[in-house]
């Protein structure tokens, strides 16, 4: 069972992972609670999280480097989920890329994409975006108000005869096939976060 930590490249072991991108700047227990969801929901053996080197669509200018927000990753990440710098080891900033790689990695894995419905009403910016459709399986979680807009867009109307409205049955056939997943919407966000942290820093400096 692949839970613990990433395997090293080749590994032949079965399983369901589910993919958490994103720059973790930094990560939050709404990443925890998304990464839980997901693996009930879904039948997940484990959640890999992406820290990303650099987010082509994300200034750089409040980003911690990499090496802080991975750690802060794995600080927070509980049982079954693995925060990995895999993109960093790659030499990967293109989510496209980076699946088509994992796929040809862990061939006998099986692989869902886990993402924010705010993510696929922005899909269409992102590098090659179908690709993602056609490699890995997709999973969309509710997070209002970007919903409707999500589910309107682009993306989703192109790959509408790919969805099935019951989660688990994305495993029956391979890419393209997504679902959308109805949550809890977790309070948390990196960017309320980043705010508090810098506030805090003002108010109270270090000696």
């Known amino acids: 069972m692949i839970t613990r930590s990433l395997p ?5 072991r079965r399983g369901r992972i589910g993919l958490l991108g994103g720059s ?3 990560a939050h227990d709404g990443h925890v609670h998304l990464s839980s969801e997901a693996r009930k929901r879904l039948g997940l053996h484990a959640v890999w999280w992406l820290v990303s080197p650099q987010n082509p669509l ?6 911690a480097p990499l090496a802080a927000r ?12 693995v925060a990995t710098d895999v993109e960093q080891r790659l030499g990967m900033t293109r989510t496209a890329r980076t699946l088509a790689r994992l796929v040809t990695h862990y061939p006998n894995l099986r692989f869902v994409w886990l993402m924010g419905a705010d993510n696929l009403a922005q899909m269409p910016k992102w590098w090659r975006w179908p690709r993602i459709f056609k490699t890995v399986r997709v999973a969309v979680f509710d997070r209002s108000p970007y919903s409707y807009k999500a589910l309107a867009g682009a993306a989703a109307q192109r790959f509408a005869q790919a969805r099935t409205f019951r989660p688990r049955t994305i495993w029956r056939k391979g890419p393209p096939a997504w679902t959308y997943i109805a ?11 980043r705010k508090a ?3 805090l820093g003002d108010d109270h400096p270090s000696h």
């Open 70 to 81: 991975l750690e802060g990753a794995r600080a927070l990440a509980g049982p079954g989920i």
């Open 183 to 193: 949550m809890r919407r977790h309070p948390a966000s990196a960017t309320a976060l």
């Open 24 to 26: 973790f700047n930094p």
């Open 197 to 199: 942290a810098k506030y």
């Open 8 to 12: 090293p490249f080749g590994d032949r």
């Open 58 to 63: 994300k200034s750089s200018l409040e980003m």
